[in-house]
């Protein structure tokens, strides 16, 4: 059984600033540097600890930012654009699609890390016009039995 992990505000600042600075979660980050904890740790913090709970939404939130930064380098990388053959340089369509992919999967992501920043945005309208809804009360004093 492993040994049980307590929280320190210098062990938590360490993960918020290794989460705000990845697009990898918990998991990842856990298989790839030694001393990060387990994600099971992290949950039992969240539950337990509010000022590790406000951290970590934190770097979350700049995490998201993190990661919107890089579909702009993404879609920005012209490197592997073009493939130059004997016939000539032709479009590398494999270059393409998986770009498309990873900005897309960047994109899902953010939407939900900050879904208010980078969400879809809902709006309904009428001829350009905002609806606006009637709320009526009834109250008893309103029937009309007869």
């Known amino acids: ?11 938590g600042e360490r993960i918020c600033e290794a989460i705000a600075t990845s697009e990898v979660g918990a998991q990842k ?6 001393w990060f904890p387990s ?3 992290i949950y039992r913090w969240l539950k337990e600890n509010e000022t590790f709970r406000n951290n970590y939404a ?6 998201a930012d993190f990661i919107f930064e890089q579909i702009l380098e993404i879609a920005d990388d012209s490197t592997g654009d073009e493939l130059h053959t004997e016939a000539g340089v ?6 393409a699609a998986r770009s498309r992919i990873r900005i897309d999967a960047r ?9 208010k ?5 809902v709006d309904i309208t009428t001829q350009g016009e905002k609806i606006q809804q009637e709320v009526r009360v009834i109250t008893p004093f309103d029937r009309n039995d007869g």
């Open 117 to 121: 920043k980078y969400g879809d945005k």
């Open 39 to 41: 994600p099971n740790v």
């Open 1 to 11: 059984m492993a040994a049980r992990i307590d929280y320190t505000a210098e062990l």
């Open 58 to 63: 934190d770097a979350r939130a700049r995490q």
């Open 90 to 95: 032709v479009l590398n369509s494999e270059f």
């Open 29 to 34: 980050l856990y298989e790839t540097l030694e």
């Open 107 to 115: 994109k899902w992501v953010v939407s939900k890390l900050l879904p």
